[in-house]
């Protein structure tokens, strides 16, 4: 029973994961047209409030967060400009597709995991090698949240970071 739940549950992920990155919000579209804005295709609009919650998800499983999103929905309280809005949506547009990929991955995998390590007859040196393989996901998925804080260090100002570092603790975050 409990596995039938991680199975819903690993389904609707990936579920969300694929309608999230890859549908149009038609209200940020919108907004971009009357803001006189470039208006993005499919793939340069999400709905940031369901990637958020995905990624909330996800996180427990890492220790970074995700914080393209927060960016994002927090872009004029950021005083995001337009260029700066299109290196942020650059990146995402490169990475997107292979980072769900990681994330759905690890999702899989952990539910595999879990399978397998109710089987009795499952060695111990099988259940390293598939941890094992979980933790080389996550770290591949650490590596592409670094590269999104490179992106962010690279492109903020000063003023920029104290307003995101503000939105961070709004958020829950703890800052040093």
Known sequence: MLMNAWLRLAGRLILIAGVTWCTQSVAQTRQSASEGTAVGTEFDVIDWGLAKKQMATLSQMGYHPFLMPLIMENRDAIGLSNEQIRVFRNWRSK????????????????????????????????????QEEIFKLHKKVLKYQLSCRRTILDTFTDEQWEEFRFVLTENGYALD
Not at 95 to 111: F, G, S, T
């Open 95 to 130: 990475y997107r597709v292979p980072l769900l990929n990681a994330m759905n991955r690890i999702i899989q995998e952990r539910v595999a995991f879990q399978r397998i390590s109710l089987n009795p007859r499952t060695s111990e040196e099988v259940l390293l090698a598939k």
